[in-house]
């Protein structure tokens, strides 16, 4: 591996933290690689770029510790609070059977870690709720609307709301329930197995890790979405104006589909159609696509 290909690796892996935070960690070890002189030398020293990100990200998760010990205390000595303060949550992984997530505009990462937790910085407090319900359904909802001057570069301090949500390897859920109204979320390394899986995405990009899943359903407005691991029964695909990209695991002749296609395009295992039309399964099977495409495009993959 070469220096240019260890740091474009650590880069990606660092996707929990802010721009300027990435950026900074980035620069720091391309002087120390130059520094060194020894490329060889110095990412034996570092370990892989998957070792170094687990530990710069255990950093700032540390840091989101602080933070919160720093709050509790200003709390308790009668300091004003900071709204923006970072927020922590943790529960054990045992009481946890289904994941909710509905999220306005943030940047939210996924990461594998020994059990759920969840970190946020940028978001006031009397906008984000994280809670467990009775029958183990862990919420996460960040209420905070998008407003007009939220994208906008000459803000005085544009605060950029970051979710950093923490699964257990290997978790297996009853249910996913993923709503993103804009921003872009992204899974490390996450694998986990549901009983069913509910995306809905409207001006967002949402690149999955690797989800085993039952009963699926993706509605896509403007957004994007990539998903990959396997989907098993009946899936139903929405797609308006963005763009669905499925990288399943299996054997194309297990599936079967129903297509209305508008003006956009769709395409199953290399199989093409475009423009409008209607397809129906002559033999519908146990696994089963019900694709519904305007103008966006539709790709599904299966091998």
């Keep these: 591996m070469t220096r240019d290909e260890y740091l474009s690796q650590l880069k990606y892996l660092l996707g929990s933290l802010s721009e300027e935070e990435r950026m900074e960690a980035l620069q720091y070890y391309v002087d120390y690689f130059e520094e060194a002189g020894d490329d060889a030398k110095v990412m034996a020293e570092l370990g892989s770029p998957e070792e170094l ?3 710069i990200n255990e950093k ?3 840091a989101v510790m602080h933070s919160k010990t720093q709050r509790r205390t200003k709390s308790e000595s009668g300091e004003n609070e900071s709204a923006f303060d970072a927020l922590y949550f943790n529960f054990h992984s045992d009481a946890v059977t289904s994941l909710e997530c509905n999220l306005c505009a943030a940047e939210i990462v996924f990461i ?3 059990e759920y937790s969840v970190e946020t910085r940028g978001i006031d407090k ?3 709720d994280c809670s467990l319900s009775e029958d ?8 905070k609307k998008i407003n007009l001057d939220f994208f906008m570069h000459e803000r005085r301090r544009r605060i950029v709301p970051r979710i950093l949500v923490t699964v257990p390897k290997n978790a297996s859920l009853e249910c996913f329930k993923l709503k993103l109204g804009a921003g872009k979320l992204s899974m490390e390394n996450v694998l986990f197995s549901c009983n069913s899986s509910e995306l809905e995405i409207g001006a967002g990009s949402v690149e999955c890790g690797k989800i085993h899943s039952g009963k ?3 509605r896509c407005g403007m957004g994007n979405v990539e998903f990959s691991g396997s989907v098993k029964g009946t899936a139903c695909i929405d797609c308006g104006m963005g763009n669905v990209k499925l990288n399943l695991e299996g054997y194309p002749s297990d599936y079967s589909y129903d297509l209305k296609l508008g003006l956009g395009e769709f395409s199953f295992n290399g199989e093409k159609k475009s423009g409008v039309c209607k397809v129906l399964a002559d033999e519908k099977k146990a696994n089963h696509f019900n694709v519904s495409c305007g103008m966006g495009n539709v ?4 091998k």
């Design 53 to 55: 990100a687990r530990s």
């Design 60 to 62: 700032f998760a540390t």
């Design 112 to 114: 594998s870690g020994s």
């Design 126 to 128: 009397k906008d984000f």
């Design 136 to 143: 183990g359904t862990l919420s996460v909802k960040n209420m």
């Design 216 to 218: 699926t359903k993706v």
């Design 299 to 302: 790709s599904i993959s299966i």
